[in-house]
């Protein structure tokens, strides 16, 4: 482990946000293909790399949790200008080459798919909890941002118990949307997405972890793998018979409380594979894309 201003890093969860940011990756090259009519090849291997979304989400739980009540933000201003300066400047810098690149091809191709609309651009701006954003997986982003208003807005002010209870009325009304409105506003559609229980998970596993309560992190860390392997590789045998929350999102829950309890002291490579994460997921789609677009040029084949 490191010690980053008085609150422990635990680096094998450094190690994770890698693998998850990898994941998602890997997943967006395999669709990708398939999409296209091609053999997705090695990439077959991560049809059900979306996972690594789900990592995201209870590791960003448990990062929350963790150092907030480590000592780490003392109050909900701190809190939010600290996350404002880690996510958003970063983000509105990648989204600028978005951007441009689409304003480019779309001038220079005249290809319709490229050309941004307002509502999509303001969506994307402003990082709002709808859909249709620039960057596709900008809505992870946007459920992140709701997340850490509601820990502000409770942690701080009511302490865990109104920050627990807020959370479970989340995700209880998240289910119920999901499952019991038949006809669902579109606005409502990402802050009622159920992986927001993901959120909650990862909070348990850190509260949990500073209480001494932590137990059988072997076993939670060898099954989480084990069914996060089975989803990666599109094995599962639910489909979408459950919803993410439950598979991959109990595996990856698991899969965050056993790596909280391997003590390790991971190699400089390894936390910087961990701090690039973030980066390296919101700027693949955008690699992958450019990355395309040239080897059609120089192949002809498109």
Known sequence: MAVDGGVEKIDSLQLLRGVAASLVAAFHL????????????????????????????????????????????????????????????????VLAGYLICFAAAYALLGDIKYKIDQNSLITSIFVLPYPNHVILIAWTLALELLFYGVFAATFFIGGPRLFFVTMLVWAVAAQVFTHGISEKPAWLLLPLHTVVAEFLYGSIIAWLHLEGRGRFHIPALLLGLLLTGVHVLGLTPFGEAVGRELMPGIPAALVVHGLVGWRMRAPKVILNWGEASYLFYLIHLLVFLLAGRFYEEISGVS
Not at 37 to 57: K, M, Q
């Open 30 to 93: 395999a669709e990708a293909a398939k999409n296209e009519g091609h053999d997705p090849g090695i990439f077959r291997l991560f049809l059900g790399g979306e996972a690594g979304v789900d990592l995201f989400f209870v590791l960003s739980g448990f990062i929350i949790y963790y150092t907030s009540a480590s000592g780490g933000r003392s109050s909900p201003v701190a809190f939010i200008a600290a996350r404002f300066w880690r996510i958003l400047p970063p983000y509105w810098v």
